[in-house]
């Protein structure tokens, strides 16, 4: 890594108020914020970075990283020194991440990270090189290395990565009293936390137990008496995702995350759920745009590297409707108003498809769509694919006869456009339900297929219909 010159600053003075709201009215960091931020990183003003940035929640902190100029980012972060939270970095996407720890020394990150929590140090921790991840978890202490390493073992989006390793355990035979002195007197405890954990010897989990019921009870009570079994642990090795779909169906603050054997190795809370939520709905709706994991900070090379293969697929799926076109050849050069006519079909296929496709894909992401009721809602997809099909095929029958003066050109379309909306409807829940089946992720592949199906219904429905009407007319 490159080394930046390190400005070690006296902790900020205290400020009654925030400078300014570095919002404006949209949610969009202002622009006057923006300009004396970038006036003060130009004239080195350290005396306001640091009651007015510095002073920032880290969530806000994110939002001016991503919203000033690349250059500035490191100037800022020489400038506050001590007084810049590192946590920030995991409100910014992954390319400004990475921009900034790759310009800042081993040695800063490792005393940066010592003072995180265990889920945030993992987060910047993942994304480095593993020399330079082994150099800084060398410079922390024993316990610290042994917790950040143990995450990191674990598969990337799974449970164990994004627990957090701090938490506060007891043994069953602890009274109350005995509970609540050492909550009071041991220091090495997270800053917050709703739940105590049981354990036996071997750090097995045992339950847990609320901390409003700790305090309701009486001093000579036993921790086992009140203790409850936990809700739902979950394995570290469990796709964060799914992880997510527990809490949300059983409405957690927070869950225990235990190893293969039962052995507690940390917690998940709400805030990480959170993220993991926004991540995967993120990613799912990129993937639906053949995009993948792009980030709005990523260079025009890997932009353009991220998009290229579905586009590439699409370029092959095109050629195969323009092959079932050049089929009617002859009859498109009788009638020209089919070829005028023709793309009115496929469109509207399209995106009928692709609004049954959105709601399948997100259906199955959050295991809404199961053998049980697949088939009803098949069939409720087909029925709302028949009657689109009926009112739509209506409507451009008359628009395209009329504008033709030829009305078996419009009851042409219209059976073309009844059969077409069909199509869309089936391919648009079949396709994503047969990709999950067979082990692919229907958000990144059932556009393609998707599309191909009702450009290449759509075309040899008109085209074909025309052909046989004509022939025999």
């Given at each position: 890594m490159n080394e930046i010159d390190e400005t070690i600053l006296q902790p900020a003075p205290a400020a009654e108020e925030p400078?300014?709201?570095?919002?404006?009215e949209d949610g969009y960091v202002r622009s006057n914020f923006l300009m004396l931020v970038g006036a003060?990183?130009?004239?080195?003003?350290?005396?306001?970075?640091?009651?007015?940035?510095?002073?920032?929640?880290?969530?806000?902190?994110?939002d001016l990283l991503e919203a000033i100029q690349p250059e500035q980012r490191i100037a800022l972060i020489n400038l506050l020194g001590e007084d810049f939270d590192l946590t920030a970095l995991t409100e910014v996407d992954e390319g400004i991440r990475l921009q900034i720890v790759e310009q800042l020394s081993n040695d800063t990150i490792a005393a940066a990270i010592g003072d995180l929590d265990s889920d945030d140090a993992v987060y910047i921790l993942e994304d480095l090189d593993q020399v330079d991840r082994d150099e800084i978890l060398s410079k922390l202490s024993f316990t610290e290395r042994v917790r950040l390493s143990r995450a990191l073992d674990y598969p990337e989006s799974s449970a164990g990565r994004r627990m957090q390793t701090e938490f506060v355990a007891v043994p069953p035979f602890w009274t109350i009293g005995q509970t609540i002195d050492y909550l009071r007197d041991e220091e090495n405890l997270p800053e917050s936390f709703s739940q105590i954990f049981v354990i036996d010897p071997t750090f097995k989990l045992l339950g847990a137990v609320d901390?409003?019921?700790?305090?309701?009870?009486?001093?000579?009570?036993k921790i086992e008496a009140i203790?409850?079994?936990?809700n739902h642990p979950i394995p570290a090795e469990m796709d964060q995702e799914e992880a997510a779909q527990l809490f949300e169906q059983y409405d957690l603050l927070s869950a225990a995350v235990v190893d293969e054997n039962g052995r507690l190795v940390g917690i998940l809370t709400i805030d990480d759920v959170v993220d993991v939520i926004q991540e995967e709905a993120e990613e799912d709706l990129m993937r639906l745009g053949g995009v993948g994991d792009e980030e709005l900070s990523d260079s025009v090379r890997a932009t353009t590297?991220?998009?290229?293969?579905?586009?590439?697929?699409?370029?092959?799926?095109?050629?195969?409707?323009?092959?079932?076109?050049?089929?009617?050849?002859?009859?498109?050069e009788k009638i020209v108003a089919l070829a005028v006519l023709m793309p009115i079909v496929a469109g509207m296929g399209g995106n009928a498809?692709?609004?049954?496709?959105?709601?399948?894909?997100?259906?199955?992401?959050?295991?809404?769509?199961?053998i049980h009721n697949a088939w009803r809602i098949i069939r409720r997809e087909a029925g709302v694919g028949l009657i689109n099909g009926m009112l739509f095929g209506v409507l451009i029958g008359v628009v395209a006869g009329v504008w033709f003066d030829n009305i078996n050109l419009g009851g042409i379309i219209a059976v073309a456009m009844l059969i077409n909306m069909m199509a869309a409807a089936i391919a648009g829940i079949l396709i994503p339900l047969l990709l999950?089946?067979?082990?692919?992720?229907?958000?990144?592949?059932?556009t393609v297929f998707v599309t191909t199906v009702t450009d290449v219904c759509g075309f040899f429905s008109f085209l074909g219909l025309a052909t046989w009407w004509f022939a025999i007319s």
């Open positions: 400078a300014t709201d570095i919002y404006d003060a990183i130009a004239d080195r003003d350290v005396l306001f970075l640091r009651q007015n940035v510095a002073r920032l929640h880290e969530s806000e902190l994110g901390l409003d019921k700790v305090l309701r009870t009486p001093r000579l009570g203790m409850r079994e936990t590297r991220s998009r290229v293969p579905w586009l590439g697929v699409n370029l092959l799926t095109a050629f195969l409707a323009a092959s079932v076109i050049g089929l009617f050849d002859a009859t498109i498809a692709s609004q049954t496709m959105t709601v399948t894909v997100r259906a199955l992401a959050t295991r809404d769509i199961d999950d089946r067979f082990g692919a992720d229907p958000a990144v592949a059932s």
